[in-house]
């Protein structure tokens, strides 16, 4: 079983923690239990890819979200969640009925990327556990774009290098139903979150002050 457990992941500058974003979580899912991981927990964690998170803060702190998301399924288990998403309704409990679940990108912008920003899995699933090793046996991350060394492309290569078939993945709208490129979703169907792109649009000085609906 996947735990109801939501995991939040913000490292750098605590004053600018989207704490507006994060509650919405709670709000909403007032039946999960919401963990924030920050500055502390980095520190003292115990972190197999401390090495690798350590040469990433130098250069993309949400780099280190995604070592540190990858060590927290497997340990944890629970839905990892964005700082920078926004809960616009309960989270249903089919969503996780599988053992491991993600999200599209989006299927017309960034066809076959998995998004690294919404994923859920039950502890101990072998699948994460190797993605551990594989990050330790990297002698760097630093040298390509977090995106693609630690997130959402090194996540979609692994499914496919290890033929991962235990993946459930939703339809990008569930989470990211507006894409940073615009494309955004007009259908009719249920939308859980949005999310604000913080890192890619640059905008995190100013999300945390947002007033939220």
Not at 64 to 72: F, K, P, Q, T
Not at 195 to 213: I, N
Request: hydrophobic share 40%; proline share 5%; charged share 20%.
């Amino acid at each position: 079983m996947i735990p109801r457990t939501l995991h939040v992941i913000w490292v750098g500058d605590e004053s600018k923690r989207p704490d507006n974003c994060i509650n919405t979580w709670r709000q909403h899912n007032p039946d999960w239990t919401l963990r924030v991981w920050g500055n502390e927990e980095l520190a003292s964690y115990g972190w197999v890819n401390a090495r690798h998170m350590r040469e990433m803060a130098g250069r993309e702190l949400n780099g280190v979200a995604d070592l540190m998301r990858w060590e927290i399924l497997y340990n944890e288990g629970g839905f990892v969640v964005d700082a920078d998403s926004i809960c616009l309704r309960p989270l249903e409990p089919w969503l996780f009925d599988g053992e491991a679940c993600a999200c599209w990108e989006n299927e017309l912008v960034r066809s076959g990327l998995i998004a690294a920003g919404y994923v859920a899995s039950r502890p101990e699933n072998p699948f994460f556990g190797q993605l551990i090793l594989d990050l330790q046996n990297e002698p760097s991350v630093v040298d390509r774009m977090a995106w693609q060394s630690v997130g959402p492309l090194f996540l979609t290569e692994s499914v496919r290098r290890h033929r991962y078939a235990g993946l459930t993945i939703w339809p990008s709208h569930f989470f990211i139903p507006r894409h940073f490129t615009g494309q955004e979703y007009s259908g009719g169907g249920a939308i859980f979150a949005a999310q604000a792109w913080g890192s890619t649009l640059g905008v995190y000085d100013e999300l945390h002050k947002k007033e939220l609906a």
